[in-house]
C-alpha cells in the first residue's frame, strides 16, 4: 500500500513538472513571439511614420511648389498688367513728342538738308508719360495739320511704317543761300466728337549754312578756299573778305575732284554745294558709256570768267578718251577742255558752275536729253525761297546772258575737238 502510493506520488510530481515545464515554454515562445510582433509593430509604426513624413513633407513641398508658382504666376500677371497700364495710361494725350531720327537728326534743333526725307518716332503725352502712337490710339483720335509759314514742305504728316508712327518731314528740294524755317500746326481731334483736344506748334529749318568766319579770316594770300558741303554758303561779306586778302586779284576755290580759279570781287552770296552725283536720264539714254559726274546744285554764277579744273586721276587710266560736256536746259553741250597731265584735270574757262561731266565716247554736240527733267535746272525757286532776289541765277533759254555764255561754248566747240587724249598711260 505503501509502495502504491509513493509511486502515485512520483508520478504526480513528474506530471506536474512537465506540465510547469510546458507552461514556461509555451511563455517563453509567447514572450518571443510577443517581442517579434511587437518589433515588427514598431518597425511597421516606424515604416509608416516615415512614409507618412514623407508623404507629408512631398505634400507640403507639391504644396510650397504650387504655392511658389501660383504667386510667381500672380507677380508676372501683375508686372503684365503694371506694364501694359503704364504703357496706355487712362487720359487724353496732352502733347506730342518726336524723337531723332535713326541718323541724330533733331526736330527744331537740326538745319534739315532740303530734298531729304526724315522720319522721327512720334508719340504723345498721356497722364505724363510718353506713349507711342498706334493703331489702337488713332481708333480714338485723329490729326490735322495746319502750315502757319509762309513756306511749306514737300511732306509734312505722322503716319506709320511697318507699325510703327512717325512724323514724316521732306523739305523742298533747291539750293537757297540762307536758312529757311517752316512752322506748321498739329491738332489732336476726338473722333466721337470732332472736338479739338489740343494744337501743338511745330518749328524747324532747313537750307545750308554759311561757311565759317573764323576760317574765312585766316587765309592768307594765294591760299585755296576750300568749300565744306556741310556749309557751303558764302556770304556777300566773305567774299569781300577773301578778295582782299588776295589783293583782288583771282583766288581759287576748291572742292570734291574740283578747282575754280576766278576774281571774286564784289561777288554777291552764293552756295557752293557740290557732288559727283550721276543723272539718271543720261545714263539711261548712254548705258553703254562711261562717265563722272560733277554737280553744282546751286548753280553759282560769277562776273568775272574763270578756269575749271576737273580731277579725272581715277579715270584717266579706264578712259581712252575723254570728252566734257555741259548738262544744261536738257541737252549736252560740248566743251573745249584741255588736258593737264602734271596734275591729271581736264581745264576749261566758264563763268557758271552748274554739272559738268566727262566721258568715254562721243555725243553729238546739242544732244537732247530723254525725259529730262529741265525744272531741275531752273533755279528761279531757289530765288523765291529766299525772298531776297539774290540767288543764284536761272539757266534758262530766256536768260540772256546765259543765252551768250552757251554761244560762246557753242563756238569753242566748234573751232576744235573736245576729245582729249592722254599722253600717256
Same mark, same amino acid.
Given at each position: 500500500?505503501?509502495?502504491?502510493?509513493?509511486?502515485?506520488?512520483?508520478?504526480?510530481?513528474?506530471?506536474?513538472?512537465?506540465?510547469?515545464?510546458?507552461?514556461?515554454?509555451? $511563455? /517563453? =515562445?509567447? &514572450? @518571443?513571439? !510577443? +517581442? #517579434? %510582433?511587437? *518589433?515588427?509593430? $514598431? /518597425? =511597421?509604426? &516606424? @515604416?509608416? !511614420? +516615415? #512614409? %507618412?513624413? *514623407?508623404?507629408? $513633407? /512631398? =505634400?507640403? &513641398? @507639391?504644396? !510650397? +511648389? #504650387? %504655392?511658389? *508658382?501660383?504667386? $510667381? /504666376? =500672380?507677380? &508676372? @500677371?501683375? !508686372? +503684365?498688367? %503694371?506694364? *501694359?497700364?503704364?504703357?496706355?495710361?487712362?487720359?487724353?494725350?496732352?502733347?506730342?513728342?518726336?524723337?531723332?531720327?535713326?541718323?541724330?537728326?533733331?526736330?527744331?534743333?537740326?538745319?534739315?538738308?532740303?530734298?531729304?526725307?526724315?522720319?522721327?518716332?512720334?508719340?504723345?503725352?498721356?497722364?505724363?508719360?510718353?506713349?507711342?502712337?498706334?493703331?489702337?490710339?488713332?481708333?480714338?483720335?485723329?490729326?490735322?495739320?495746319?502750315?502757319?509759314?509762309?513756306?511749306?514742305?514737300?511732306?509734312?504728316?505722322?503716319?506709320?511704317?511697318?507699325?510703327?508712327?512717325?512724323?514724316?518731314?521732306?523739305?523742298?528740294?533747291?539750293?537757297?543761300?540762307?536758312?529757311?524755317?517752316?512752322?506748321?500746326?498739329?491738332?489732336?481731334?476726338?473722333?466721337?466728337?470732332?472736338?479739338?483736344?489740343?494744337?501743338?506748334?511745330?518749328?524747324?529749318?532747313?537750307?545750308?549754312?554759311?561757311?565759317?568766319?573764323?576760317?574765312?579770316?585766316?587765309?592768307?594770300?594765294?591760299?585755296?578756299?576750300?568749300?565744306?558741303?556741310?556749309?557751303?554758303?558764302?556770304?556777300?561779306?566773305?567774299?569781300?573778305?577773301?578778295?582782299?586778302?588776295?589783293?583782288?586779284?583771282?583766288?581759287?576755290?576748291?572742292?570734291?575732284?574740283?578747282?575754280?580759279?576766278?576774281?571774286?570781287?564784289?561777288?554777291?552770296?552764293?552756295?557752293?554745294?557740290?557732288?559727283?552725283?550721276?543723272?539718271?536720264?543720261?545714263?539711261?539714254?548712254?548705258?553703254?558709256?562711261?562717265?563722272?559726274?560733277?554737280?553744282?546744285?546751286?548753280?553759282?554764277?560769277?562776273?568775272?570768267?574763270?578756269?575749271?579744273?576737273?580731277?579725272?586721276?581715277?579715270?584717266?587710266?579706264?578712259?581712252?578718251?575723254?570728252?566734257?560736256?555741259?548738262?544744261?536746259?536738257?541737252?549736252?553741250?560740248?566743251?573745249?577742255?584741255?588736258?593737264?597731265?602734271?596734275?591729271?584735270?581736264?581745264?576749261?574757262?566758264?563763268?557758271?558752275?552748274?554739272?559738268?561731266?566727262?566721258?568715254?565716247?562721243?555725243?553729238?554736240?546739242?544732244?537732247?536729253?530723254?525725259?529730262?527733267?529741265?525744272?531741275?535746272?531752273?533755279?528761279?525757286?531757289?530765288?523765291?525761297?529766299?525772298?531776297?532776289?539774290?540767288?543764284?541765277?536761272?539757266?534758262?533759254?530766256?536768260?540772256?546772258?546765259?543765252?551768250?555764255?552757251?554761244?560762246?561754248?557753242?563756238?569753242?566747240?566748234?573751232?576744235?575737238?573736245?576729245?582729249?587724249?592722254?599722253?600717256?598711260?
Amino acid at each position: 500500500m505503501k509502495k502504491a502510493i509513493a509511486m502515485l506520488l512520483a508520478t504526480t510530481t513528474a506530471l506536474s513538472l512537465g506540465v510547469t515545464a510546458l507552461a514556461e515554454d509555451v $511563455s /517563453s =515562445s509567447e &514572450a @518571443s513571439s !510577443s +517581442e #517579434v %510582433s511587437s *518589433s515588427e509593430a $514598431s /518597425s =511597421s509604426e &516606424a @515604416s509608416s !511614420s +516615415e #512614409v %507618412s513624413s *514623407s508623404e507629408a $513633407s /512631398s =505634400s507640403e &513641398a @507639391s504644396s !510650397s +511648389e #504650387v %504655392s511658389s *508658382s501660383e504667386a $510667381s /504666376s =500672380s507677380e &508676372a @500677371s501683375s !508686372s +503684365e498688367a %503694371s506694364s *501694359s497700364e503704364a504703357e496706355t495710361p487712362v487720359g487724353d494725350p496732352t502733347a506730342f513728342q518726336f524723337d531723332a531720327d535713326e541718323d541724330g537728326a533733331i526736330l527744331g534743333e537740326t538745319i534739315l538738308e532740303p530734298g531729304t526725307e526724315y522720319k522721327f518716332p512720334a508719340y504723345v503725352t498721356i497722364g505724363g508719360q510718353k506713349v507711342a502712337i498706334t493703331d489702337k490710339l488713332l481708333e480714338t483720335y485723329k490729326f490735322s495739320y495746319t502750315r502757319v509759314s509762309s513756306k511749306s514742305a514737300e511732306t509734312f504728316k505722322i503716319d506709320d511704317y511697318k507699325g510703327t508712327y512717325y512724323l514724316y518731314v521732306e523739305p523742298k528740294d533747291g539750293t537757297p543761300i540762307e536758312e529757311i524755317e517752316l512752322k506748321y500746326n498739329i491738332k489732336l481731334v476726338k473722333k466721337s466728337d470732332n472736338l479739338s483736344l489740343f494744337t501743338q506748334q511745330v518749328k524747324f529749318s532747313y537750307g545750308y549754312t554759311e561757311a565759317n568766319s573764323d576760317y574765312i579770316k585766316g587765309l592768307d594770300k594765294g591760299d585755296e578756299v576750300e568749300i565744306d558741303n556741310n556749309n557751303p554758303v558764302i556770304t556777300e561779306d566773305q567774299f569781300e573778305k577773301i578778295a582782299e586778302i588776295n589783293d583782288y586779284k583771282n583766288v581759287t576755290l576748291s572742292g570734291p575732284s574740283w578747282k575754280f580759279t576766278v576774281n571774286v570781287t564784289d561777288e554777291e552770296t552764293k552756295n557752293m554745294v557740290s557732288s559727283n552725283a550721276g543723272v539718271k536720264e543720261i545714263m539711261a539714254q548712254f548705258p553703254d558709256q562711261d562717265f563722272k559726274f560733277y554737280k553744282f546744285a546751286g548753280k553759282p554764277s560769277f562776273a568775272a570768267t574763270g578756269t575749271v579744273a576737273l580731277d579725272v586721276e581715277d579715270i584717266v587710266d579706264e578712259f581712252d578718251n575723254m570728252y566734257t560736256y555741259r548738262y544744261a536746259d536738257g541737252k549736252l553741250y560740248r566743251l573745249n577742255a584741255t588736258y593737264n597731265e602734271d596734275d591729271e584735270t581736264l581745264n576749261f574757262r566758264t563763268n557758271t558752275l552748274d554739272t559738268f561731266l566727262v566721258t568715254n565716247k562721243l555725243i553729238k554736240d546739242g544732244t537732247v536729253i530723254e525725259n529730262a527733267d529741265v525744272d531741275d535746272d531752273d533755279t528761279s525757286s531757289d530765288v523765291d525761297e529766299t525772298d531776297d532776289g539774290k540767288g543764284n541765277p536761272t539757266t534758262g533759254a530766256s536768260d540772256m546772258i546765259n543765252a551768250a555764255v552757251m554761244a560762246a561754248i557753242a563756238s569753242l566747240a566748234a573751232a576744235g575737238t573736245v576729245v582729249c587724249k592722254k599722253l600717256s598711260k
